[in-house]
């Protein structure tokens, strides 16, 4: 399900989060709500788009996560919010700066954001199939990739390098 995939669900049941975070009981039954109601959120999407055009996954679950944080603003304080936050960014990776909501808090124009969308579309992750993978094509793919997040650090400038790095805390 979407909602299995949420980078902000899977973090909030995460108890290592948790405890970093410490959050307290009272914020626990209230973050267990939230994610009910996320569950009963994805389901109502789901059923309203079945035999209608899918919005494409990804999509359906960035909406979601941002449901997510939404509500999660609303129970942790600021400092545990803000440390949430980088959390998160951490978890995404460098492929979250062409999102929206992190390219707007870096000042990325459309330009740079096309860029990041170019180089992480030339390095797709193999999914599921990358158990498939040889030793040797394992590791020239993950070579690869370090260099195209390498040159995705690069379409930063230096301001927007800082705050990036900012933002994961």
Known sequence: TPLARS????????????KELQVSAEQQSRIDILVDKMCVETASRDSRSAGARNPPL???IRQLDELTLAGLARILSDEQFIRFEQIELQRRGIWEIAEKRTADRLDLTEAPRQKLTELKDSNPSPGRWRLRLSDAERKAWHERGEKIRGEAFDVLTPEQKQTWKELLG
């Open 7 to 18: 980078t902000c669900v899977a973090l909030l049941r995460n108890p290592k989060v948790l």
């Open 58 to 60: 990804a999509r359906l």
